[in-house]
């Protein structure tokens, strides 16, 4: 992230006026972090809604020697949890469910230890549901294809970190479950749903539920890099992420994404302020994050952001409300 970072803090301290010379600093601060001849990024910056700089750097697929272009199809891992917590939001609009209801609502047999464990609670990490999930495991576990309730049946009897609402611990269990409920409560699966409320709703026509087996046009290959060398990232089934980190896209269509939450073509803003808003404890103590995004501080300037991970792929979408600036890079290594 300190590349992303670096280039953050130069973009806050340059004029947003557009020029060549913005455009060939940005190029040596990314080409100084990315070889053409190895897993790459690419970058879109946005100012205003529209885009002031798109590039990609590095190789798509080493085996081929394709080079990497911004229509690229990346895993962009948790990311996805902020499509999550918005079709639960959309959800709420609807009557069809509310932010402070029991999860025993939804999933009568999950394993609560006598605590109310409300959707609030999942979206905020503040659930005490452990992160104990299949996508960490090596070996067959990684590799097999889940149902939801097989993924909620993995984790859900592995005891509480502590009582819901008392900490912050960041957990793709949590946001497993979110997806079970968005299941129950629209009667269909989180891909249909996300595909159809919110991929086909805005445009986002290079965006997917990940898939191992779909051919997907322009999809990277994900490597890691280990003792100065590259290889070809392990295999995991992307049935195991699910509403945590399934999703595939591009910087085109994120940029999209973050133009319908500004513009409140998917829900109102009120609701939208719910996600982007800190989260306070029992205690009173304030967490820097809503649903399904952080919030942070960059040389005196907001943040709304989140990161992703998965094998072989790293992510990063953060806004900037006082500068109106986007800034997504979606790279192909972790």
Same mark, same amino acid.
């Given at each position: 992230?300190? %590349?992303?970072?670096?280039?953050?803090?130069?973009?806050?301290?340059?004029?947003?006026?557009?020029? #060549?010379?913005?455009? &060939?600093?940005?190029?040596?601060?990314?080409?100084?972090?990315?070889? #053409?001849?190895?897993? =790459?990024?690419?970058?879109?910056?946005?100012?205003? =809604?529209?885009?002031?700089?798109?590039?990609?750097?590095?190789?798509?697929?080493?085996?081929?020697?394709?080079?990497?272009?911004?229509?690229?199809?990346? #895993?962009?891992?948790?990311?996805?949890?902020?499509?999550?917590?918005?079709?639960?939001?959309?959800?709420?609009?609807?009557?069809?469910?509310?932010?402070?209801?029991?999860?025993?609502?939804?999933?009568?047999?999950?394993?609560?230890? =006598?605590?109310?464990?409300?959707?609030?609670?999942?979206?905020?990490?503040?659930?005490?549901? #452990?992160?104990?999930?299949?996508?960490?495991?090596?070996?067959?576990?990684? %590799?097999?294809?889940?149902?939801?309730?097989?993924?909620?049946?993995?984790?859900?009897?592995?005891?509480? =970190?502590?009582?819901?609402?008392?900490?912050?611990?960041?957990?793709?269990?949590?946001?497993?479950?979110?997806?079970?409920?968005?299941?129950?409560?629209? %009667?269909?699966?989180?891909?249909?749903?996300?595909?159809?409320?919110?991929?086909?709703?805005?445009?986002?026509? &290079?965006?997917?539920?990940?898939?191992?087996?779909?051919?997907?046009?322009?999809?990277?290959?994900?490597?890691?890099?280990?003792?100065?060398?590259?290889?070809?990232?392990?295999?995991?089934?992307?049935?195991?992420?699910?509403?945590?980190?399934?999703?595939?896209?591009?910087?085109?269509?994120?940029?999209?994404?973050?133009?319908?939450? @500004?513009?409140?073509? !998917?829900?109102?803003?009120?609701? !939208?302020? @719910?996600?982007?808003?800190?989260?306070?404890?029992?205690?009173?103590?304030?967490?820097?994050?809503?649903?399904?995004?952080?919030?942070?501080?960059? @040389?005196?300037?907001?943040?709304?952001?989140?990161?992703?991970?998965?094998?072989?792929?790293?992510?990063?979408?953060?806004?900037?409300? @006082?500068?109106?600036?986007?800034?997504?890079?979606?790279?192909?290594?972790?």
């Amino acid at each position: 992230m300190n %590349k992303f970072f670096t280039l953050s803090i130069f973009l806050l301290t340059t004029h947003f006026n557009f020029c #060549q010379n913005l455009e &060939s600093k940005i190029d040596s601060i990314v080409s100084s972090n990315y070889n #053409q001849n190895e897993p =790459g990024i690419s970058i879109l910056i946005a100012k205003d =809604g529209k885009p002031i700089y798109k590039k990609a750097f590095g190789i798509a697929n080493m085996e081929l020697d394709i080079p990497m272009k911004t229509d690229n199809v990346f #895993q962009i891992g948790s990311i996805t949890k902020q499509f999550t917590a918005i079709a639960i939001l959309s959800l709420e609009e609807q009557g069809k469910l509310k932010l402070t209801d029991d999860i025993l609502k939804y999933i009568p047999d999950y394993p609560t230890e =006598g605590n109310s464990i409300t959707i609030h609670h999942l979206l905020s990490h503040t659930s005490g549901i #452990q992160n104990n999930t299949p996508v960490g495991e090596k070996g067959t576990v990684s %590799k097999t294809d889940m149902t939801t309730k097989e993924l909620i049946d993995y984790f859900k009897n592995t005891p509480l =970190g502590f009582k819901p609402g008392t900490n912050f611990r960041y957990s793709n269990a949590g946001y497993i479950v979110l997806g079970c409920i968005i299941e129950i409560v629209s %009667k269909q699966s989180y891909e249909d749903f996300i595909e159809t409320t919110i991929f086909k709703k805005i445009g986002m026509s &290079s965006s997917y539920y990940g898939s191992n087996k779909e051919v997907i046009k322009n999809r990277v290959s994900g490597y890691q890099s280990e003792q100065n060398t590259f290889t070809n990232a392990d295999y995991m089934s992307l049935t195991l992420p699910y509403a945590a980190g399934s999703i595939l896209s591009t910087v085109n269509d994120l940029l999209k994404w973050q133009n319908a939450l @500004k513009s409140n073509a !998917l829900i109102k803003y009120s609701s !939208l302020k @719910k996600a982007i808003s800190p989260t306070t404890l029992k205690n009173g103590k304030i967490i820097p994050y809503g649903y399904g995004f952080r919030m942070a501080n960059l @040389k005196g300037s907001p943040v709304i952001a989140h990161s992703g991970s998965t094998k072989g792929f790293t992510s990063m979408a953060m806004f900037l409300p @006082k500068e109106n600036t986007f800034i997504v890079a979606l790279s192909n290594c972790n």
